[in-house]
DNA sequence: AAAAGTCATTGACTTATGGTCATAAATATG
DNA sequence: CATATTTATGACCATAAGTCAATGACTTTT
């Protein structure tokens, strides 16, 4: 790699680590763009080089921590179905609390925000998440482990909504409880009863 | 009451009603103030007369259809609590569906912004829903409908969570599914899984 | 019924900031 | 060393949110 991509590698990442300190201290919309290049050391202008919108940097800043979710389920290949949902939500509120509440709210308007890039792997959006979700319970459909007439969608839908209301509700409750607390008991009461009747037991 | 009043009651109506239209068919970001006050008639000033914010019309928006939930439920009193939950779950839906996409995108970001009005009654907040939900499960528990060891803090938040849940998933798919279809099949999956082990059955 | 007072309304103005772009600096290429 | 390419700059522009002194319609007081 040639000397001008690594500069330009490194000043992206500068913006992003300024951008993410700034929001977690004070919010996305109390900061301007100007505040995120003056703290990472470089023109306004230079921002726009990398972002093409304000919003934008909020989407990379958020990449780091939640992209490795995709790559941990994917190594528990031997695991229950169970288990893999358990460590889902677990892992999901980690990135959650770690990015932090200003971090998460503003994420959360991007994801619903129509003019927003359509949905890729990238974006770490709706889509994404939900057939990798989908995925995890065709296979396990596959595997034996649901019975074949489980509404794989359906409950997809109910997973990944159980998923983003649980960050909603923590940010809108401005962070008054701990997530991860939560999560093991939601997990508890959730995952066992709404897939129970699908978990085949015997040879059935 | 006197003319004053009256044509100020008048003009907060217009600029409700001009904003609705103007949300629902192209968004809360693609419109301007002066477009809502054009459209009712009135001069830009006016609007900050009835809102301190822009956003802020929003909640004025919302508040008529949801407000009437509130009020159903408290009609429901001798009903069994899993129907009181199906006909939340119902209602709210029908209220998220009759606003529309862009109106429901613009609320689910009011209130997660930090800078809005404390959580209130009016607000139609997550406080709001929360103490109500609560209050429904806790009189369930009174009236021995559960068993006086359910966890009603953790079930009012699974349920909230999965209610703001499905509204932001809607809104994300970009209005891919009914909203309607899917409660009922929702209700169908969840309420009964995640309250089955709290309700009791006999004498017991 | 005239004067004084109240309050909704107005729209020109201020201000803030997101985003652009011509220019310059740094680096690569031959 | 000359030319080409990429990255960086910051003055500038456009837009729109939000303010406020002035207005006049309506109400109350004397």
């Known amino acids: 790699m040639n000397k001008r ?13 300024a951008g993410l300190e700034l929001i977690k201290e004070k919010g996305f919309d109390a900061i301007n763009v100007e505040d995120i290049t003056k703290k ?30 995709a790559d941990e389920l994917e190594k528990m290949e031997g695991s ?23 971090v998460c709210r503003q994420w959360t308007k991007d994801v619903l925000d129509p003019n927003n890039v359509p949905d890729t ?23 034996g ?6 509404p794989v969608e359906l409950l997809t839908h ?6 983003y209301g649980m960050m909603t509700c923590w940010c809108m409750s401005d962070g008054e409880f701990e997530p991860l607390d939560w ?16 978990i085949k037991n015997d040879g059935e």
């Open 121 to 143: 792997k990238d974006g770490r959006k709706w889509k994404y998440d939900f057939e990798m979700l989908k995925g995890i319970l065709e296979n396990a459909v596959l595997k």
């Open 158 to 163: 109910i997973i990944i909504s159980e998923l």
């Open 5 to 17: 991509k690594l500069t330009a590698q490194k000043t992206k990442r500068k913006l992003i680590t």
């Open 145 to 150: 482990e649901l019975k074949s007439n489980a």
């Open 80 to 102: 229950a179905i169970t288990e893999k949902l358990r460590h889902y939500f677990h892992r999901f509120m980690e990135c959650v609390e770690s990015c932090g509440i200003n």
């Open 40 to 69: 990472a050391g470089v023109a306004k202008g230079t921002f726009y080089i990398y972002f093409k919108r304000k919003e934008d940097i909020v989407l990379d800043i958020s990449r780091v921590p939640f992209g490795e979710i």
């Open 183 to 198: 999560t093991d008991r939601f997990c508890e009461i959730q995952i066992q009863p709404i897939l129970g009747k699908f």
